[in-house]
């Protein structure tokens, strides 16, 4: 158990829609990662929060949005679903930015199903 | 920009046997570069990272990965393989020392035969 937590598990949605995946960081930390991982594009960094505040940005779509809140979980908002959007959303997280000294763990990622 | 090759997308090996996995990187910074595994319906787990220093980096469950700047390359090896061992291994890199985001290879997935 790496102690990221991610919710929900597993998703089907149609076309069109929208979801909000979650995603609750290890204790104490204060950095959170979202990657898409599909069988085409494979692992693909989307966005990065630190504190509260975009730190990076991926390839991430204009449809897709996330936030950090203050409690320091974070969520990842995808609106007009298409079918190329199925696949494995992964939330990480870490202390700091720096990925040498901090080891960055990963939740058990949420599939997304779209239909 | 900083990228990751993976060569061969499946491996497999007999229990017991030699495990190399082959990964190579662009940077165009010196890099920090990770090794993780992903065993099925979970997620990632940090197996061992190269940062500076020792270029010869073991990491858990036996594994270990040797830094080449010169063949700009990171492989994974492990001794003798275990049934355990399968799983799926990504290889990821960040340049500036560490502050940017992770880039991974497209990942190898590792078959152990009895």
């Known amino acids: 158990d790496s102690g990221v937590t991610q919710t929900p598990k597993h998703l089907i949605t149609a076309t069109g829609q929208r979801v909000t995946l979650r995603c609750s960081p290890r204790s104490g930390d204060l950095s959170v990662y979202w990657y898409q991982q599909s069988l085409d594009q494979g692992l693909q960094f989307l966005i990065q929060?630190?504190?509260?505040?975009?730190?990076a940005k991926g390839n991430i779509l204009e449809r897709f949005s996330a936030q950090q809140f203050p409690d320091l979980h974070s969520e990842l908002n995808l609106s007009s679903l298409e079918l190329g959007d199925s696949a494995l959303y992964f939330c990480?997280?870490?202390?700091?930015?720096?990925?040498?000294?901090?080891?960055?763990?990963f939740g058990e990622g949420s599939w997304l199903t779209v239909v | 920009a900083q990228s990751v090759t993976q060569l061969g997308s499946h491996v497999s090996v007999s229990e017991g046997a030699l495990v190399l996995l082959r990964c190579n990187y662009s940077s165009s910074v010196p890099p920090y570069l990770f090794w993780y595994v992903q065993y099925p319906n979970q997620g990632l787990q940090l197996l061992l990272k190269y940062t500076t220093g020792a270029t010869l980096v073991k990491g858990i469950n036996g594994f270990e990965a040797e830094f080449k700047k010169s063949e700009t390359s990171f492989h994974l090896t492990k001794p003798s393989a275990h049934m355990s061992d399968a799983a799926e291994y990504f290889c990821?890199?960040?340049?500036?020392?560490?502050?940017?985001?992770?880039?991974f290879g497209s990942g190898t997935r590792l078959q152990v035969q009895p």
């Open positions: 990821a890199v960040s340049e500036g020392t560490g502050r940017r985001a992770l880039t």
């Open positions: 990480a997280s870490s202390v700091a930015v720096d990925r040498g000294r901090n080891t960055i763990y």
């Open positions: 929060y630190y504190n509260g505040e975009e730190r």
